[in-house]
Nanobody, 114 residues
Framework: QVQLVESGGGLVQPGGSLRLSCAAS????????VGWYRQAPGKQRELLGT??????NYVASVKGRFTISRDNAKNTVYLQMNSLKPEDTAVYYC?????????WGQGTQVTVSS
C-alpha cells in the first residue's frame, strides 16, 4: 500500500522560503507522476505543479517562485518555495498518480505572516 507523508511546513515571514517534502513508502515513485497542490481556507484545492520522471510543469501563479525536484533514491519529492507571500498560506498536499489510483498525503500547513 502506497503512503505519502508531507513535512516541512510551518510559519514563515513574507519573502521567506520553505522546502516541503513528500516522502513515499510502499512503492517507488520513479515511474510515476507526483503532484503538489494546496488548499487555502474557503477555497478549492489547486494544482501547483507536477513532476514526472524527466519533466516538471508548473502553474503560472507559482512559476519562477516554486521548484519541484525529486530524489528517487530517497523516494521523495520536494517543493522549494521562495519569495513567499501571505496568499501562499494554505495546507499543501502531494499526490501520486499510479494510473489506476491517486494517493494523497495528509497535508502540511504553511502560514506566511509577519
Amino acid at each position: 500500500q502506497v503512503q505519502l507523508v508531507e513535512s516541512g511546513g510551518g510559519l514563515v515571514q513574507p519573502g521567506g522560503s520553505l522546502r516541503l517534502s513528500c516522502a513515499a513508502s510502499g512503492r517507488s515513485i520513479r515511474l510515476y507522476v507526483v503532484g503538489w497542490y494546496r488548499q487555502a481556507p474557503g477555497k478549492q484545492r489547486e494544482l501547483l505543479g507536477t513532476s514526472a520522471s524527466s519533466t516538471t510543469n508548473y502553474v503560472a501563479s507559482v512559476k519562477g517562485r516554486f521548484t519541484i525536484s525529486r530524489d528517487n533514491a530517497k523516494n521523495t519529492v520536494y517543493l522549494q518555495m521562495n519569495s513567499l507571500k501571505p496568499e501562499d498560506t494554505a495546507v499543501y498536499y502531494c499526490n501520486l498518480n499510479t494510473g489506476t489510483a491517486v494517493i494523497w498525503g495528509q497535508g502540511t500547513q504553511v502560514t506566511v505572516s509577519s
